[in-house]
C-alpha cells in the first residue's frame, strides 16, 4: 500500500495572501499569524505575497487570477465575516466559501479557506489569536500541506 501525506516544509514555495480588508482589525491578526506559520516552516519573506481586497467576497476572483497566474504554489484566503441582523453574512459566506473551493478545483492550485464566519465580534477575535487559536496560521499550515501533496501525486 502507498500513503501520500503532505509534509510541512515551505521552504523554496511561493506563496500568495489575500486578505479582507473589512474588519481588517481581526484580519490583520490573521495575516500576522499565517506569516509567522509560513516563515517558521521554512519560507522566506520573499516568497510570500500579500492582496488586500475590500472585503471577502472579493477574494475569489482575487484568487483565481493568482492561481491563473503561475507564479503560487498556493493561496491563502483570509477574511472576517460577522453575521448581522440582515442575510447578507450568509450570502457573502457562501458565494465565498464556493468561489474558494472552485479556484482550487478548476486551477490545480492549493487554495486555502481562512474566513472566519463569527455570530459576534467576541467569536471572531477569539479565531483570530486569542482564545480559539489563530485561523490564519491554521490556513497556512493547510496550505503547506496541501503544496506539498499535490506535488507528491500529480
Known amino acids: 500500500m502507498k500513503t501520500f501525506e503532505g509534509k510541512l516544509a515551505a521552504q523554496g514555495r511561493k506563496f500568495g495572501i489575500i486578505v479582507g480588508r473589512f474588519n481588517d482589525f481581526i484580519g490583520k491578526e490573521l495575516l500576522s499569524g499565517a506569516t509567522d506559520c509560513l516563515l517558521r516552516h521554512g519560507a522566506s519573506e520573499s516568497d510570500i505575497e500579500v492582496v488586500w481586497v475590500p472585503?471577502?467576497?472579493?477574494?475569489?476572483?482575487?484568487?483565481?487570477?493568482?492561481?491563473?497566474?503561475?507564479?503560487?504554489?498556493?493561496?491563502?484566503?483570509?477574511?472576517?465575516?460577522?453575521?448581522?441582523?440582515?442575510?447578507?453574512?450568509?450570502?457573502?459566506?457562501?458565494?465565498?466559501?464556493?468561489?474558494?473551493?472552485q479556484v482550487g478545483i478548476s486551477t490545480g492550485v492549493a487554495t486555502t479557506y481562512g474566513i472566519i464566519t463569527a455570530d459576534t465580534i467576541e467569536q471572531a477575535i477569539e479565531r483570530a489569536g486569542t482564545k480559539a487559536g489563530n485561523k490564519g496560521w491554521q490556513a497556512a499550515m493547510a496550505t503547506i500541506e496541501m503544496v506539498d501533496l499535490l506535488k507528491q501525486i500529480s
Open 55 to 101: 472585503g471577502s467576497f472579493e477574494i475569489p476572483m482575487t484568487a483565481n487570477i493568482l492561481a491563473q497566474s503561475g507564479k503560487f504554489d498556493g493561496i491563502l484566503c483570509l477574511g472576517v465575516l460577522i453575521r448581522g441582523n440582515t442575510p447578507h453574512f450568509d450570502f457573502i459566506a457562501a458565494e465565498a466559501s464556493k468561489g474558494i473551493g
